[in-house]
Nanobody
Framework: QVQLVESGGGLVQAGGSLRLSCAAS??????MGWFRRAPGKGREFVAA????????NYADSVKGRFTISRDNAKNTVYLQMNSLKPEDTAVYYC??????????????????WGQGTQVTVSS
């Protein structure tokens, strides 16, 4: 089992920045990712990172604005979000798995999920 605890959401004006954190405990993870769900929409891939290699994968909608990184010693993944837009408003979920290879964008491959943290970007 892997337990995930997220933090860092909040309210920010368009053009601002936020950093999300997700601390993992329990079993060693092989990949972690961030997904989001906006009001009235389905779950959307945001970014993912391979734990050993540091390989990263981003959704086109966030490339150049968001950066995913990890601290192996703290078993924590971060999502630095810059140049935020109102359309980034969503509940952001941390996801992890201990068997995935790489940094896939398929939610069904991640077996462990955080509780979600709200990010609201005002115009």
């Amino acid at each position: 089992q892997v337990q995930l605890v997220e933090s860092g959401g909040g309210l920010v004006q368009a053009g601002g920045s936020l950093r999300l954190s997700c601390a993992a405990s329990g079993r060693t993870v092989s990949a972690m990712g961030w997904f989001r769900r906006a009001p009235g929409k389905g779950r959307e891939f945001v970014a993912a990172i391979g734990w050993r290699t540091g390989y990263t994968n981003y959704a086109d909608s966030v490339k150049g604005r968001f950066t995913i990184s990890r601290d192996n010693a703290k078993n924590t993944v971060y999502l630095q979000m810059n140049s935020l837009k109102p359309e980034d408003t969503a509940v952001y979920y941390c996801a992890a798995d201990n068997t995935i290879v790489g940094a896939p964008n398929f939610a069904s491959l991640y077996h462990y999920w955080g509780q979600g943290t709200q990010v609201t970007v005002s115009s």
